[in-house]
Every structure is written in C-alpha cells, then in structure tokens.
C-alpha cells in the first residue's frame, strides 16, 4: 500500500512537469508581448508628437502666409495710392510750383475719419483764408477708413488732395476698456506725417482735425511761427491753441506765449522735429505722450493768447467731454494781426526770461 502511495506522487509529479513549463512559457510569452506592446505605444506616442509638431509648424507657416499677404495687400493698397497722389498732385499744377521756386511754408492735412458734415464745414473754414495762399499752403485732407461720404466730400474739392489711410491689422488695447478709436487715431497720424515728410518732402505740416474753424490770419500766424521753429531749435512745435482762450480770460490777439504744455488743436512741427518722434511714435493717447518730459526732451511750445483754430467737435471720439463747459466758450480771434510787422525775439530761447511777454507758462 506505502508502494502504490508513492507510485502515485511519482505520476502526479511527472504530470505536473508539463503543466509548469506550459505556465513558464505563456509568462515569458506574456513578458515578451508586453514588452512589444508598449515600444509600440511608445512609438505610437512619437509618433503623435512629431505630427503634432508637425501641425503646429503648419500653422505657423500659414499665419505667416496670411501675414504677407495682408502685407502685400496694404502695399497694394498703398502703391495705388500713392499713383492716384501723384497724379491729383499733376492735375493740380503742385508740379509747376515747385518749378517756378515756389517752397511752400507748410502743407496743411485735415486728418478725417466718418464726419462728412465737420470735414465740410472745416475745409470751407480753410479755403476761405487759404485761396490767396495756396502755392504756400498745399492742403490735404487724410481719411482713416471707407467712409464713402467723407471721402466723396473731400474728393468734391479740386483745392485740396486726398489721402486715405486703410489699416486692416487688428487692434490690441495694453488695458481692459479702453476705446480702441485712440489706438487707430495714433496709427493715423503716424502714417500721414510719413506720408507728407518723407514722401511728398514737405518741411513743415500744419495739423488740423475735421471739427476746426481757423482765424483770419492763421497762416500769416503760422509763417512767422515757421521762422521761429526754423531759428530755434528749443521749440518743438508751434500751436494756435490756448486751452484757457475762453473769452473771459483773453485780451491781446497780439500776444505769444513760450510753454512746456503741448496744446494741440492746430500745430505746425517740422521735418527734423519728426525725424526724432516717428520712429518712438506711441500706439495710443499720441498728444499725452508728447507732453511727457522724456518726449519733448525740454523742448517747449510756443502758443498764442487768444486762439486761432475753434473745435466745434462736440461730438467725436471724445464723446463731447466737457465741450459746452470748456471748448465752446473758446474766443476765436476775429481780427487781422500784422505778424510780419511783430518782434518775436522774445520768444526765442536767448530772449525769452527777458521780455515782457516771454514767460514759461
């Protein structure tokens, strides 16, 4: 019977053997696809990273073909432009002034946008003074945007030239809530004082907005504030402004200040003066930014007592802040100064602690 016992361990071993190698092999059959299935997920996972990569570099590459092809649109855009000036400037004989030694003090722009009735009532405003002077003060009105009545109002007017600013790259404002109408004003006025400095080669440019009334002798005001500019290098600008000109504090039509406050609203700056601010020209708040100190460099301004441009604009980008208090009651002057009879060496800077009415206010 013990005989027979471990007979049958004997088998039950023998049999057992088998059965442990079957198992030995299905684990390192099992290790083994394992060990491949993961190299596969592996690669499967480089895979996908380097089409991802590979997606993202596509990308990349069409943003960058929509961008010169915006870019080539804007120089397109630009390029006919620029053909349509030079042809106005043909037909209207600016050519032939140039010929006959005829220097202009100053071309003078309306900057525009979507105000047909204010660019009207400015520019009859201005030809009413500037016909006699013309070949001294070539006019142009520049429109930022299609406004298709500004810009048939400004092209019904054989006095003047037209220019179109079209800005098609999106605006980003640095802070939440802000109107991005400052931003494309800034955009504007950069690209049209490249436009007359650099290429129409003007010296000096008048700057008027399209909500201005001008003064009976705005430009003789301008010609003599030409020669200072043209002396004086400490001066950066001359304005016709006053922000304090309301009528109850304005007595002497005859009278000029020297001032580190930029006015604004109807200036005239020159060529080199331009040189320095349009490489560093700010995206926004343009006439904030020139009466920073790092700006003007202690350059100052000169300005008159009693203005001589008048902001009608009561409503605009600004929204008509404080016009009824501020700006409506400004007195434009209304009589005729003889400005190349007047001295203003007092104005200058060797002159200007000295003189009776040469103190920095």
């Not at 600016?94 to 309306?110: E, M, N, S, T, Y």
């Not at 030809?127 to 013309?134: E, G, N, R």
């Not at 350059?299 to 009693?306: G, L």
């Not at 929204?319 to 208090?325: D, L």
Request: hydrophobic fraction near 35%; charged fraction near 25%.
């Amino acid at each position: 019977m013990r005989k027979c016992y471990c007979d049958y361990r004997y088998l039950l071993l023998i049999a057992a053997l088998p059965f442990i190698y079957i198992q030995m092999r299905l684990f390192a059959t099992q290790s083994q696809f394992a060990d491949r299935l993961a190299d596969a997920i592996e690669a499967e996972n480089q895979c996908t990273k380097q089409t991802r990569i590979l997606i993202d570099q596509i990308s990349m590459q069409q943003e960058q073909i929509l961008s010169l092809e915006e870019e080539r649109k804007r120089q397109d855009e630009e390029c006919r432009q620029l053909r349509a000036l030079v042809q106005d400037l043909e037909r209207k004989g600016l050519k032939k002034l140039v010929g006959d030694v005829q220097v202009p003090v100053a071309a003078v722009v309306v900057m525009a946008c979507n105000r047909a009735d204010y660019l009207d009532r400015t520019i009859k405003s201005i030809l009413k003074y500037q016909s006699s002077v013309a070949s001294r003060y070539p006019l142009f009105v520049s429109q930022d945007g299609s406004d298709p009545h500004v810009k048939s109002k400004a092209l019904s007017y054989d006095q003047l030239t037209y220019m179109q600013h079209l800005d098609y790259e999106p605006v980003h404002t640095e802070r939440p809530g802000e109107l991005i109408a400052y931003y494309k004003i800034a955009r504007h006025y950069k690209w049209a004082l490249d436009q007359l400095f650099y290429n129409h080669k003007f010296s000096r440019v008048i700057i008027l907005e399209d909500d201005m009334e001008i003064a009976p002798d705005f430009f003789d005001y301008f010609e003599a504030g030409a020669a200072l500019l043209d002396r004086d290098k400490s001066i950066m600008a001359i304005s016709s402004w006053n922000d304090n000109g309301q009528k109850q504090f304005v007595h002497d039509p005859s009278v000029l200040y020297r001032s580190d406050f930029f006015p604004g609203l109807g200036w005239m700056l020159s060529r080199s003066t331009w040189d320095e601010l349009s490489p560093k020209w700010p995206k926004a708040y343009w006439d904030d930014w020139l009466r920073l100190k790092e700006n003007h460099r202690g350059k100052q301004f000169i300005r008159p007592e009693v203005c001589r441009t008048y902001n009608f604009g009561e409503h605009g980008s600004s929204m008509g802040q404080f016009f009824r208090q501020y700006l409506e009651p400004i007195k434009l002057n209304d009589v005729q100064v003889d400005w190349k009879a007047m001295n203003l060496s007092y104005l200058e800077e060797v002159n200007s602690c000295n003189k009776k009415y040469g103190q920095v206010c």
